[in-house]
């Protein structure tokens, strides 16, 4: 008896370690970093300004995310697009300014259905426009 009591304690321990590791996976299945770089625009800014981001999708579309620059004193509006490298598309989210060198997701952002697909195939893009570049000074492509 005793024997049968480990084997359905070792079973509920492997299937709790399953369900953790399936957990896990599709929480950060949404999960994205990115660099934003001049040479990403569409057509490429020479300029020596950089960002980073990180962004997150749950699984009902809400997005969450920042994005912070440097080198970039003139910075005007941030969005995120659709649109595949090398290609310019209509902005889907405009980001909040929270400071001059730092831009997040409005709280309460979703995804439409069209724009998450197109997040899941990696086809949104955030850039980062300043005076000087008002198209965009600097970019970076969202890929899950």
Known sequence: MNHTIKMYRAAGSAATLVLLALSIGAAHAGDVKVKLSGDQETPAVTTSATGVGSFSVADDRSLTGTV????????????????????????????????????????????????YESFKAGKLYVNVHSAANKGGEIRGQLQP
């Open 68 to 115: 912070k620059t440097s080198g970039l004193a003139d910075a005007t509006v941030a969005h995120i697009h659709v649109g595949v490298a090398g290609q310019k598309g209509g902005p889907v989210v405009t980001l909040n300014k929270l400071a001059d060198n730092e831009w997040n997701v409005p709280a309460g952002t979703t995804l439409s259905d069209a724009d």
